[in-house]
């Protein structure tokens, strides 16, 4: 069983910065690719960007590529999310996820476990 908290989320003005980051209790965290997806409003979730187990391989949504950058730290069950020139369009509520194996996944049925997640709000 992995459990994800996130932390970090906020409200904030366009072109603001803001890192969440969400902590994972499991022994075994550099088993599991980790991934960031986001709910708004009346929307699907979707992907925002996923990172593999030891951290050499990332890829985001074309949404957020480079504005958004997803780093992990194995020694401290984290994974990050470094959220740059925010929009009001990011607004929603992220979660993180975690997928055990080696393949990355952009879709959140091949993620076994989720946060509860974060909001973040940016305003115009």
């Known amino acids: 069983q992995v459990q994800l908290v996130e932390s970090g989320g906020g409200l904030l003005q366009a072109g603001g910065s803001l890192r969440l980051s969400c902590a994972a209790s499991?022994?075994?965290?550099?088993?599991?690719?980790m991934g960031w997806f986001r709910q708004a409003p009346g929307k699907d979730r979707e992907f925002v960007a996923v990172?593999?187990?030891?951290?050499?391989?990332?890829d985001y949504a074309d949404s957020v590529k480079g504005r958004f950058t997803i780093s992990r730290d194995n020694a401290k069950n984290t994974v990050y999310l470094q959220l740059n020139s925010l929009k009001p369009e990011d607004t929603a509520v992220y979660y993180c996820?975690?997928?055990?194996?080696?393949?990355?996944?952009?879709?959140?049925?091949?993620?076994?476990?989720w946060g509860q997640g974060t909001q973040v709000t940016v305003s115009s």
């Open positions: 996820a975690a997928k055990p194996g080696m393949a990355l996944s952009t879709t959140p049925v091949r993620y076994n476990y």
């Open positions: 499991v022994r075994t965290f550099s088993s599991y690719a």
């Open positions: 990172i593999s187990r030891t951290g050499s391989t990332t």
